[in-house]
């Protein structure tokens, strides 16, 4: 559970830092575009144009498929109400519950015929 926490903790970091990455990146694809148009640069600017968008693409993937703290936090009460509802624990309290529902209603229901 502490992995968990932990996870979801980092996620929003890693996103925000793949996003500054994905800006700075993309400031030096334009400088290699730049770079690539000029006729004294242009085999060392088309070189830092491929790395640069690869980088770019890779941080962009990376902030997308990044999962923010709540959709985590919503992956670990899916997950631990799942163990919950399978444990022989929640089977008998599940009864119980039931059995006090269905005494409080027929109460209900006997005092308003009365």
Known sequence: MIGWIYLSEIVDSVSLISLILFII??????VGYCAASDNDLKDEGKK???RFSVGCFVSMFIFVVTPSQKAVYAMMAISFGQKAIESKEFQVLHEKAFRLLEIKIDEVLEGKDK
């Open 48 to 50: 830092l144009l491929k």
């Open 25 to 30: 990146l993309l400031f030096f694809c334009i």
